[in-house]
């Protein structure tokens, strides 16, 4: 999960998710996300901004990678994705792959 808004916002969405019926167990028992890690914290550039609402599937690195490009905020990729998934895209290889 990609938020964006203020500290306050994004550590109330944090407290309702963990706090709140969110989810069905594998039994189909209403659960709470507990679950939920915060890989990181940064502050946003002011002229980037996410406009609305989205839910996005990106199952691939390279899907990942490519939203954030589209961003400017592909330095969280490199950070905090990559090291997750084990690549396969690293500096080196995601500009080989815009060529």
């Known amino acids: 999960i990609l938020l964006q808004g203020s500290s306050k916002s994004v550590k109330e969405y944090i407290v309702r998710n963990r706090s ?3 989810d069905i167990d594998s039994k189909g028992r209403a659960c709470k996300e507990r679950m939920l890690t915060i890989l990181c914290e940064v502050r946003g550039e002011s002229h980037i901004r996410l406009s609305e609402f989205q ?4 199952p691939t690195a390279e899907s990942i990678l490519t939203f954030l490009q589209t961003l400017s905020m592909e330095e ?3 950070n ?3 090291p997750l998934v084990g ?3 690293t500096k080196k ?7």
């Open 20 to 22: 709140n019926i969110v």
């Open 76 to 78: 969280l990729y490199f």
């Open 80 to 82: 905090y994705v990559s």
């Open 93 to 99: 290889c995601a500009s080989e792959h815009q060529k």
């Open 55 to 58: 839910v996005l599937e990106l």
């Open 87 to 89: 690549g396969p895209f």
